[in-house]
């Protein structure tokens, strides 16, 4: 059985910065992509970054240039670097899996608070 476990999260001044870890344990089959999605305060869930198979990635618009996905295929675990954190980056912070087949897997989630 695949699980996923988040771990990095905690509490950072506003301009600090954290790296989140997303490690997978158990067998899985073909990745299409792996996300760190968020959900705040007020219960939005907002995809924040994406790393597919082909290493591409993709941003939303309000951490383009600030967060890095990344991934290291060795341990099965898939990073976010989050660089000068603002307030409103303030979330729990999830791991999303998909694979072949539609068939997916989230992970716990860590909490992320950016203090003014």
């Known amino acids: 059985q695949v699980q996923l476990v988040e771990s990095g999260g905690g509490l950072v001044q506003s301009g600090g910065s954290l790296r989140l870890s997303c490690a997978a344990s158990?067998?899985?089959?073909?990745?299409?992509?792996t996300t760190w999605y968020r959900q705040g305060l007020e219960m939005r869930r907002e995809l924040v970054a994406r790393?597919?198979?082909?290493?591409?990635?993709e941003y939303s618009d309000s951490v383009k240039g600030r967060f890095t996905i990344s991934r290291d295929n060795g341990s099965k675990t898939v990073y976010l670097q989050m660089n000068y954190l603002k307030p409103e980056d303030t979330a729990i912070y999830y791991c999303?899996?998909?694979?072949?087949?539609?068939?997916?897997?989230w992970g716990q989630g860590t909490q992320v608070t950016v203090s003014a």
């Open positions: 790393i597919f198979w082909t290493d591409t990635t």
């Open positions: 158990g067998t899985m089959k073909s990745i299409i992509s």
């Open positions: 999303y899996v998909r694979e072949l087949g539609d068939i997916d897997y």
